[in-house]
């Protein structure tokens, strides 16, 4: 079992930055992939970045690429993802989720993760 808590939402400007935490207990964490997927409400939820076991590596939906960056403290037992750069298509609420059959393959399919938080909102605008 994997419990997975998020932080970090808000309201903020187009153009500025927010920090989404994701606070995980239960298994090792270090011991598998994580990621953020977004989705509003009546549509599906979309994959937004994905880090390895040891954050070597990641992934990037095409739509966030060279403004989100992820990463992960094992040590903490934390995920974080930067969000620069934020447009008003960037509404969502964003969940952070585990994939314990990955370790060093980063998955970008929702199916292929087995845990997730309850998401935290974030709303672009003006």
């Known amino acids: 079992q994997v419990q997975l808590v998020e932080s970090g939402g808000g309201l903020v400007q187009p153009g500025g930055s927010l920090r989404l935490s994701c606070a995980a207990s239960?298994?090792?964490?270090?011991?598998?992939?994580m990621g953020w997927f977004r989705q509003i409400p009546g549509k599906e939820r979309e994959f937004v970045a994905g880090?390895?076991?040891?954050?070597?590596?990641?992934a990037y939906a095409d739509s966030v690429k060279g403004r989100f960056t992820i990463s992960r403290d094992n040590a903490k037992n934390t995920m974080s993802l930067q969000m620069n750069s934020l447009k008003p298509e960037d509404t969502y609420v964003y969940y952070c989720?585990?994939?314990?059959?990955?370790?060093?393959?980063?998955?970008?399919?929702?199916?292929?993760?087995?845990?997730w938080g309850q998401g935290t909102e974030v709303t672009v605008s003006s």
């Open positions: 989720a585990a994939a314990v059959s990955f370790r060093a393959v980063v998955p970008t399919n929702r199916w292929n993760y087995d845990y």
């Open positions: 239960g298994r090792t964490f270090s011991a598998y992939a």
């Open positions: 880090i390895s076991w040891s954050g070597g590596s990641t």
